[in-house]
Each structure stands twice: as C-alpha cells, then as structure tokens.
C-alpha cells in the first residue's frame, strides 16, 4: 500500500492533467474522454506498471461516478429545453433500446456464435448512449434547442432501463410474463421516488437558513446521492431516481443557484476524469488485440442498422423530421456507460464477460473517435446546427430576516434584453432593479435607464414575487420588450 502523500500526490497530477486534457481536446477537436482513457492506460502495467484488475472496485466506481454524472446533467439542464421533446426522450429511452437490443442481439447471435441470451446481453450492454459524453461533448456542437433536449432526455434516462436488461440478462433466472411487470415498476416507482425527494429538497432549500454559502450545492447534492440510495432499497431504479429529483432540483428557485451550477458541473467533471482513468487502468492492452474482429463486428451493425433503426422507431410516429432523425442516428455516443454496464455483467457472473468488457472497451474508443470528432461536421451538413443565445443565468441569494431574495442577472450576448429601458421590464410589484454593474462600475439605475450586453443587474424581490420576477426576465431575454405579445411567458 503506497503511502498517504504518494496517493494524494497522485490523485492531484491526474487531476491537474484531466484538467488540462480538456482544453488540448478542445484544440485537437478529440472528445476529452479519449484522453482520461489514455492517461488511465499510461499509468497501468503495460507503461508505468501500476496493476489494477478489481472489476468488482472498478464498477462500484463506475457506478458512483455515474451518480454525479447524472446528478450533473440533471441540475444543469433547463426544463424549458426538454419539455417540448419529452415524449420523444422517452421514447429513444424504451422503444429504441428494445429495437437496439433485438437488432444488435441477432447479428451478434449469427456473426459470433453467441448463444442467444448471450448474444442479447452484448445487445442490452451496447444500447445505452453515455451521459458523460452527451453532456461534455454535445453542448459544444450548436443544435437546436430540440435536439439538444432530445439527446440530453435520453442519455439521462436511458442508463435506467439498460441497467435493469443487464441484469436480468446476465443473471441466470428466467424471464417470464411477470418480468415485464417488475421492469414498469422499477422505473415508475424510480421517477416517484425522485420527484419527491427533488420538491422535499427544494422546498427545505428554500426555506433553510444555512450559514454559508457553499452549504447549498453540498445539499443539493446530497439530495441526488439520497435518491439513488432510496430508490435502490425500494428495489426501484436508483439512476433514474437521481436524474428525475436533479431534475427537479435544477428547475426550482434554488438559493444561490449560480454556486450550486458551478460546484456540480465540477463535481461533475472529477467524476468523469475518475471514472475514465480507472477504467484506462483496468484495460490489459495485451487482450485487447483479440477483442478488435467482434468490437468492430459489433460496431458494424449498431451504427449502420441498430442505432438508424432504433431511431426511426421512436422518432417517426412524433413526425421528427428526417434531417433530425438522421443527426439522431449518428450523435448516439457511448462512453463509459457501456464498459460500466458490462463491468455488471462479469460480476453477476454472465458467460464470456471478459470478453465483452474488451470488446466494449475497443468499440467505446473506435466510436467516440468516429462519432464524436465528427458531430459538428454532421450537424452542419444536416442543417441542424442553430445559433441560439445562451440561455440567461438567473442567481439568487435568500435575505432571510428580510423575507426577500436577490437575483443577480447578467445580460448575455444575444440577449433580447440588449436595448430594453427598465421602465420596458415590467417586473411585478414587489421586485425591483436596485443595481447595475456596467464596465465595472456599479451604479443606481432610473427607469430611463437602457440595458446593454454585459450589465449586472442586482433585482430585489420579495419571496412572494420571485417566481413571477424570474419568468418575466426570462420571457424578455428571449422575445424582447413585447414578450406577452410574442407569446413567450419565460417558462
């Protein structure tokens, strides 16, 4: 056991290099999963010679890890980008991994010999598209709001369900008519048991008097982390428990919001630098080599037939259109779900797991340098790409003795509240423009005091009048002065 300053030493260098491997990855146009496994790999036993084989340590880590990932993407998604393709996540998250199973399962099944139950296994490990990889790499690439929302659903729900085929296909009970049953329950009860936990926690945030700042992302965290271990106990699905309740937590009126985005996007990031570098570690590049005729075998079938197909089934009957289905079809990207999730199966003890570990490891690395260095490409040549400004970031910060918050707003580029007189905001009674930072000069603004891009505004509200106040921010960055007129309400 090496000691504990050589641990720490060592955790904080492959931090320091995950950190700096995101920008080289932004320079080089790589996904910056490609190179936490390559650091993972470099300090293994094939160059550094650091050995690590315990697949039982590495999928509890993949696991947790999972958990904050999930968490993150959760609270840092919008509502107001997801709920208009909410029915469409849903169904990428259910038909499509059914069709996406069958389809990899039965080629796999005829190319490789596989017995059946098997063969489906391979099929269920490879239909998940990672969240990890979605969040990091698709917000980057400039879709539509839609398609954005789309992806992000699935890749957040999609690991629920995967996991449940997993185990139930790597275990050796049989499945029965009841299997189905206990399949709808672990979901339901999963996504019940998350919303109630994300309002409990939102509404005991609000109303907590905590006295520091940075108090306020650990609980929101905290809260996510209670609904992966209570959906567990309950013999529900921990994962989407997590999703649904960071969710949730996300698109209430949080106290200081801005801190509690900040600290999980990074919490965030660590769990990704993690979890690929143990997974790095875990890879025998000596076994790999055999395992690239059926990775690239499989990989075949899932992008040309399984991912195309399994799209156009839950796609077409919302009338997506085709140049969307298409972008659809190519932006499935696995990451380290797939490695994790068959990391489960050789635990439960499933026929030839070993070998599908590799396999997945191969097929992860070949299709996130085909898939993810080419996504910006595709999206431009489909027309999908979207210039839309960056959603505005509302902060707020409780004055608990004065039964108020405050809301700090920067107006950002492309905001329609660039040329807006204060006096045009039309904010409800009871909130009111107290400040604003221009050029670093803070000054007590006049109604005839007009908005340019850049400006920090400090807005008093009472805790009343902070939900109307936010919605009528929300609805001018984004149709302007005439915002009611336009139609846009800032939900």
């Known amino acids: 056991m090496a000691s504990l300053e050589v641990l720490l030493g060592v955790a904080a260098a492959v931090v320091l290099l995950g950190v700096l491997a995101v920008r080289v990855s932004v320079r080089l146009g790589l996904p910056s999963l490609l190179l936490y496994l390559g650091i993972g790999i470099l ?5 550094l010679g650091i050995r690590f084989s315990d697949a039982g340590l590495t999928e509890a880590a993949g696991l947790g890890a999972l958990v904050l990932i999930l968490a993150e993407g959760g609270i840092t998604t919008r509502w107001a980008t997801v709920r208009p393709s909410l029915w469409v996540g849903i169904a990428l998250s259910t038909v499509a991994v059914v069709v996406s199973i069958a389809v990899v399962g039965t080629a796999v099944h005829v190319a490789l010999g596989l017995d059946w139950r098997t063969a489906f296994l391979w099929g269920a490990v490879l239909s998940s598209t990672d969240a990890a990889a979605v969040f990091s790499v698709l917000r980057g690439v400039g879709v539509s709001r839609r398609l954005r929302g789309v992806l992000e659903l699935e890749s957040g729900m999609n690991d629920a369900p995967v996991v449940l085929a997993v185990v139930l296909l790597a275990s050796d009970d049989p499945i029965t008519w009841l299997t189905p049953i206990l399949v709808i329950y672990e979901l339901l009860a999963g996504a019940v048991i998350g919303y109630v936990l994300g ?16 108090l ?42 801005g801190d509690v985005l900040s600290f999980v996007e990074g919490t965030g990031w660590l769990a990704q630098i993690g979890l690929f570098v143990i997974l790095g570690l875990y890879a025998s590049p000596s076994r790999l080599v055999d395992a690239v005729v059926p990775a690239l075998i499989a990989g ?29 079809s190519w932006s499935g990207l696995r990451g380290a779900v797939p490695i994790v999730l068959a990391l489960v199966a050789l635990q439960e003890g499933a026929p030839n797991a070993q070998r599908l570990v590799d396999a997945v490891f191969v097929l992860v690395v070949v299709l996130t340098l085909l898939q993810g260095t080419t996504l910006p490409f595709v999206a431009r040549r ?8 960056r959603e505005i970031e509302v ?27 204060l006096r045009e905001l039309r ?21 005839d005091t007009r ?18 106040t936010e919605q009528r921010i929300r609805a001018v960055d984004r149709a302007g002065r005439l915002a009611r007129w336009h139609g846009e309400s800032g939900h």
């Open 43 to 47: 300090l293994g036993e094939s160059v």
């Open 199 to 214: 309002r409990a926690g939102a509404w005991g945030l609000r109303r907590a008097a905590l006295p520091s700042t940075g």
């Open 216 to 257: 306020y992302p650990l609980a929101a965290l905290a809260v996510c982390l209670l609904a992966y271990s209570a959906g567990t106990l309950a013999h529900a699905s921990g994962l989407l428990a997590t999703y649904i309740a960071a969710l949730v937590l996300g698109n209430s009126n949080l106290p200081h919001r």
């Open 300 to 328: 075949v079938v899932l992008v040309v037939a399984a991912r195309p197909l399994s799209v156009i089934a839950a796609a077409a009957p919302f009338k997506v259109p085709w140049r969307e289905q298409a972008f659809l």
């Open 382 to 389: 489909l027309g999908v790409v979207a210039s839309e400004p």
């Open 395 to 421: 902060d707020a910060a409780p004055l608990d003795e004065l039964g108020a918050d405050l809301l700090q707003v920067r107006v950002p580029a492309g905001s329609r509240l660039r040329g807006v007189y």
């Open 427 to 447: 904010l409800p009674r009871g909130a009111t423009v107290s400040l604003v930072v221009r050029d670093e000069e803070a000054f007590t603004p006049s109604v």
């Open 451 to 468: 908005l340019r891009v850049g400006d920090q505004l400090l807005v008093v509200t009472t805790a009343a009048a902070r939900g109307a």
